[in-house]
């Protein structure tokens, strides 16, 4: 039976290598080491790279006859940064070398060097579609630093760029260079481009703080020790490396990583060490490495080093999987990392909510700023700030000129249960025009519907949402019903009717249902339209369970309703139903899903494109959209969604997943005291992340 082990404690403590590898890696200590034999057992000995701790485990390993694997992140690699504390999703495992050390071979280098025997034409169309992804998205190793239009602070002139290292990088002294290697590179950008600005990329853990590069600064931090040149600038701006690349025409490394990424950008890359991308006809190489004999595209490089050589784990579900995922999540972060206002306002904010708002704006907003008033956050609030709003409150409320109003609400599918049990939720909407509960202006949702030509792969998205929702049984709150047969008592010949309530004071019946907003009204036009259907009336969970305004006593409903009933799931009711009645209740969506006629008495956010129908016409709905198309706009255009486990930003398709997973593991745990501890926890949670930041 096979085995890992290590000598070191951080490679048997990280718990993404078990899934990467295939097996648990056992750590093995001092006196394991000096005592107990495993040759001959099916052993390898894993260790990380060229550090110097590895020594022992190499020499362990050839002792003992047993083979040694080097182990190193990959390429594309945090969506963070791990000085910060980030896991990585990547893994290079290499059984004869290290992809960085040029003093001998390795497995990436017989990739390369024998590419017939796995370079498909299938492989370099994913690796073709795969950087024009990670060029459009800027992807790189690292993906904490902001992307940014770094040409507009610049006066437009040629310029190059020289990459600075951490000071003692294992790949500068395997890649056959040296402290002298910096000097003469940046010697050479200086004399070789005459009529060009010379900028040093300082190394991201150097501008963290963490580490010392090779370039020595002035204490002004702006010019390099030892050289005196008008035209030589110091880049430590906390930038992705990516949004330079545009903007320089040739970059100079010894061993750097950028210089393989300026290569996916078709820049002249100048190697003054031996790096894995230099020697294959793509580079122009300072030094040689006779043993690389093969021409190469950049294509056919990518798709050595990222789709060959290294391993990916999804950071969610901690289980393997290929770079398209990777990117694709990376591509996520990016849409919510660009600033749009300075100071965020958000204005009365409960504590539990303070507690998770943070993670849904992301680096929308350079801080958040909680008041308990508008008039609290005009006071300080200047030119590109914004002020957030959740849902309804002071909804007439607008905000001066140069100050941005955003409002927050619960998106449509949330969580294992109801905010009201303090059900952290796992989407949210931010809307900067008006929310989709008010038919009586525009919303970000109603504008993208009524605009936004969608592709061929986003349509399918959306169908393929649909049969999941379907097919996972995914509502809003996820809550467990009987199973009771709701309609069992209707004859043959009878129309079954769900009629939902809602609560009513929701502001969307207030904004959305001008003529009929009250669950009784609702239940006594539906009975005067269909005289002669079975009616079923379903209360909405909040008004059974946390009290809210809408109940109906059960007497006065069966006036009109031929049952009441309050503990099936809404799915249960809506798979057994003919059609549904609704004011503006999501359960209208959410039957459509589930190919039901729908009938809105009010305008919900879904009414007016042609799938429902409509009591009350909105003229400025104009589109007519299919069940896919409304569905990718609701469910993937709309909401922003955060994985609790990682705390970024996830899909639509992934939350669907985590909940699916969450509720298998409650299904074993019942009971109202496990019901009350939870609930204390999630309490006790909240407050400390609120006081913790």
């Not at 770079?323 to 958000?346: G, M, N, P």
């Not at 609290?376 to 100050?403: H, M, N, R, S, V």
């Not at 509502?475 to 009771?484: A, F, I, M, T, V």
């Not at 209208?588 to 042609?610: M, N, Q």
Request: net charge positive; with cysteine; hydrophobic share 35%.
């Amino acid at each position: 039976m096979s085995q890992f082990i290590t000598f070191s404690k951080g490679i048997s403590g990280a718990r993404e290598l078990e899934p990467l590898i295939g097996k648990p890696v056992s750590y093995v200590n001092l006196f394991q080491q000096l005592t107990k034999k495993h040759g001959g057992s099916g052993v390898t000995v894993l260790g990380w790279g060229r550090k110097n701790n590895t020594t022992k485990a190499k020499a362990y390993s050839q002792k003992n006859n047993l083979p040694y694997w080097s182990l190193e992140d990959g390429f594309i690699s945090y969506l963070g940064h791990p000085a910060l504390g980030d896991r990585r999703f990547s893994l290079i495992v290499d059984k004869s070398g290290i992809y960085y050390d040029a003093t001998q071979s390795s497995d990436i280098e017989h990739l390369l060097n024998h590419p017939e025997e796995w370079l498909t034409e299938e492989l370099k169309a994913r690796s073709a579609n795969l950087l024009e992804s990670i060029r459009k998205h800027q992807i790189t190793k690292y993906n904490h630093e902001p992307v940014s239009d770094w040409k507009a602070q610049r006066a437009a002139q040629q310029r190059v760029l020289v990459v600075d290292q951490t000071y003692g990088d294992c790949s500068v002294k395997y890649g056959m260079a040296d402290d002298s290697s910096f000097k003469a590179m940046l010697e050479a950008a200086l004399s070789e481009n005459p009529d060009s600005e010379v900028w040093v990329k300082v190394h991201p853990d150097v501008v963290l703080g963490k580490k010392k590069g090779y370039f020595k600064l002035e204490p002004c931090g702006q010019k390099i020790k030892g050289f005196d040149s008008d035209r030589l600038k110091v880049l430590s701006d906390k930038i992705n490396a990516q949004s330079l690349f545009p903007h320089f025409s040739k970059v100079y490394v010894v061993t750097s990583q950028l210089g393989f990424e300026a290569l996916w950008y078709g820049k002249e890359v100048v190697c003054f060490g031996v790096p894995f991308y230099s020697g294959w006809s793509l580079t122009d190489d300072r030094i040689g490495c006779p043993r690389r004999t093969v021409k190469h595209t950049v294509e056919s490089l990518f798709a050595a080093a990222c789709l060959k050589y290294t391993r990916y784990i999804d950071p969610e579900s901690v289980e393997r999987c290929e770079l398209e995922d990777i990117v694709d999540l990376v591509a996520l972060q990016r849409q919510y990392q660009t600033q749009e206002v300075s100071t965020l306002y958000a204005v009365d904010f409960s504590l539990w909510k303070r507690a998770f708002l943070h993670c849904f704006i992301g680096g929308r907003a350079g801080r958040i700023q909680f008041v308990r008033s508008t008039e609290k956050a005009l006071e300080t609030a200047i030119d590109g700030d914004g002020i957030l709003l959740w849902g309804a409150k002071q909804y007439e409320f607008k905000a001066p000129e140069g100050i941005a109003l955003w409002r927050a609400e619960d998106a449509f599918i949330r969580s294992n249960g109801l905010g009201a049990e303090l059900r952290r939720p796992g989407s949210l909407i931010i809307d900067k025009q008006g929310m989709y509960f008010d038919c009586t202006r525009p919303s970000d949702l109603e504008i993208a519907i009524n605009t936004i030509k969608l592709s061929d792969r986003q349509i399918e998205r959306g169908s393929q949402l649909v049969k999941t929702l379907v097919q996972q049984r995914v509502s809003k709150y996820n809550l467990p019903g009987s199973g009771h047969q709701v309609f069992a008592d209707a004859t043959p010949q009878q129309k079954k009717i769900l009629v939902t309530g809602q609560v009513n004071n929701d502001a969307s019946l207030k904004w959305g249902s001008p003529a009929i907003h009250s669950n009784l009204d609702l239940l006594k036009a539906v009975r005067a339209s269909e005289p002669n259907a079975y009616i079923v009336y379903k209360p909405h969970p909040d008004v059974l369970l946390a009290g809210r305004e809408g109940h109906i006593p059960e007497p006065r409903a069966l006036q009109w309703a031929d049952s009441v009933v309050s503990d099936s799931d809404i799915l249960d009711c809506i798979d057994q139903c003919d059609e549904l009645h609704v004011m503006t209740s999501l359960a209208g969506f959410e039957a459509l899903i589930r190919g039901k006629r729908v009938h809105c008495w009010g305008a919900p956010f879904y009414s007016g494109w042609g799938l429902t129908i409509d009591h009350l016409d909105i003229a400025r709905r104009t589109a007519k959209r299919s069940l896919a198309e409304l569905t990718y706009f609701v469910h993937c255009y709309y909401p922003c969604y955060v994985h609790w486990g990682t705390r970024r930003f996830t899909t639509v398709e992934r939350m669907v997943r985590a909940l699916k997973q969450e509720a298998a593991v409650h299904q074993t745990k019942s009971g109202k005291l496990y019901s009350w501890l939870a609930r204390t926890k999630r309490k006790a949670g909240y407050l400390i992340e609120v006081f913790t930041g």
